[in-house]
């Protein structure tokens, strides 16, 4: 919508999308939620994590070794935010599976 708004407004780019004013503006100028702010700590954390171990580190290896660090943090949160970074671990063997028909 930022984009957008020199060209059109807000109020005619709300009204098309169905979306109060009020709304936008409330959420353009909101402070990020504790939640968010934890997660920038967090995704710092794990890019520390797995800054030492060649970036090779999956979301099990992340997490424990975050434990092994003393930040207390659920696997699935790694995962999620993991997930929203584009990190993954590395996958070893084959990569994709040949199959033989008889």
Not at 2 to 20: K, L, S, T
Not at 46 to 58: C, F, L, M, S, T
């Amino acid at each position: 919508m930022e984009q957008r708004r020199d060209a059109f407004g807000v109020e005619p780019i709300c009204r098309a999308i169905g979306v109060p004013v009020s709304t936008h503006y409330a959420r353009r100028f909101r402070k990020p939620s504790r939640r968010a702010r934890e997660d920038q700590r967090l995704v710092a954390e794990i890019h520390a994590a797995r800054e030492g171990y060649r970036r090779v580190y999956g979301v099990r290896k992340t997490w424990k070794e975050l434990k092994r660090r003393d930040v207390e943090v659920g696997r699935d949160r790694v995962a999620r935010l993991m997930r929203a970074e584009g990190l993954a671990g590395v996958q070893r063997g084959k990569k994709g599976s040949v199959r033989f028909s008889v």
